[in-house]
């Protein structure tokens, strides 16, 4: 399938009221995080069956559909781009040449349209499956702290929410490093969807890898940190530790 008939496609399936209810649940008007957005009404479901129709679509493709003016559009480039790289990324591969070359490939491309992925669930559905998932294995494409530090220090929020989100790959497989090294870079972040990531992100390390650990974070920053952050970092956390938490910080 190519890009254009993905689209056409997806057009197709317009739902006007589901249309206004996402334009309203992801802040879409003038002021807001996703102003001038703009929604077919499709569900997340819809779009991942676009993209198992689309498996066989040419990388070269996606950039047009990450260029798409409609949501769904982009999810669904941004989720093709997933599909391969798990492809690519499959255990009997990870060190194969070629299968680097694609992956990096694959990497190179979201970067280079990360600004694209310009909303919390765009971000959130690609990020720890393609960057995170790269910080795991082996590349060419250079330092992986530098290329994840830059989108951290990038004025595009996305790009921040990227280096953040992107650490629940790594945290899944048990090393921490990359989470509390972005949670200390985001954790004064002005912005409400970088604390609440990054509190998500901390309350996943202190979940897979250790909780002591979360503990010894919080005992550093917990009086510095956005009270949204510290309320998603202390989520497993046991009723009565969770109110400690809240009435000494």
Known sequence: MTAREITEYMETLHNEEQRQVLQRF????????????????????????????AKNTPLSEVPELLMSRWHEVRLCGLLIMVSKFEK?????????????????????????????????????????????HWLLLPTLLGDKR??????AASPCLWRQRMSMVCTWKTTQQGD????????????????????????????????????????????????????????????RMSDEERKEWLQNC
């Not at 008007?29 to 569900?43: C, Q, S, V, W």
């Not at 979940?207 to 510095?224: I, T, V």
Request: proline share 4%; glycine share 6%; aromatic share 8%.
């Open 26 to 53: 992801f802040k879409t008007a003038p002021g807001e995080y996703g102003e001038g957005d703009a929604f077919l009404g499709l569900k997340v479901p819809q779009t991942r069956e676009v993209v198992r129709a």
């Open 88 to 132: 690519q990324a499959a255990k009997r591969l990870e060190h194969d040449a070629e299968a680097i070359r694609r992956r990096d490939e694959i990497v190179a491309m979201y970067l280079k349209y990360a600004e694209q992925a310009n909303n919390w669930d765009l971000v959130d559905l690609s990020a720890p499956k393609i960057l995170g």
């Open 146 to 151: 530098e290329t994840l530090d830059a989108q």
């Open 176 to 235: 921490p490093s990359w989470c509390l090294r972005y949670a200390e870079i985001h954790l004064r972040h002005p912005h409400d969807l970088m604390h609440k990531a990054t509190g998500w992100m901390l309350r996943e390390m202190g979940k897979r890898c250790s909780m002591e650990l979360l503990r010894d974070f919080l005992r550093q920053h917990a009086h510095d940190m956005p009270r949204t952050t510290l309320r998603y970092a202390i989520e």
